[in-house]
């Protein structure tokens, strides 16, 4: 078992300020751990700084979100297709070290000890954790269960959040999907509560249970955050 307390945080997405606001309210101790749900760029202020921030905490581990997923495989493609208007925000200012860097994200991250996972989207349920694809794990917001379709939340017909349908164990932390406040099932919690849209940087503490939260200093992208799914 980890020694020290091992603190997720939620959707970072270049909030780099809210990010150290977050990092002095932990006030880590030699032994913490810090585990980035992924999405640590592209949409707020300053993405460069939120990766030096990560890159230089020690013992921080960083999970791929959708937007490294993404972003890494234009790196090793070079297929332009694939990326979104905002990450030409983005991209100019990566340096070799940054692409490097992104590059070691980890899909997922296993506390066997204390039964839990953490992953950016989360899990289609009816299929193990650990056999399901990098697309996937990073992407899912919603399934239709009917259907067997899944995505996100604006692209799935009567989808529901993948987290009304997990059974554990493990249970599973997330991010991804953003909302006002932190949502919990018996297995799963996620963490996105929105600091980019002007809501909340949260953190939360896998061996004690505890949640920590910053207010976004401002919205930086504007969208209304839900409650539920
Ligand atoms: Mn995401």
Redesign the pocket.
Known sequence: MHPGKIYTIG?VHGCNVELEDLLNQLNLGEHDMVVFV??LINRGPDSLAVLDIARNLPGAYCLL???ELRLNRYHQSGDRSILKDYDWETIPKLSEQDWRFMQEFHPNLHFPGLQTVVV??GFLPDKPWDEQSVDVV?QIQVMNRKTGKWGKRSDVSGGESWMKYWQGPPFVVT??TPRSAVVRTKWSICIDTGCVYGGKLTAYELTEDQIFQVDARQPYVTKSLTTSA
Do not use: E, R, S
Request: hydrophobic letters at 0%; zero cysteines; charged letters at 20%.
């Open positions: 959707d992924g999405d979100g959708n937007h950016h989207g990073t991010g991804h």
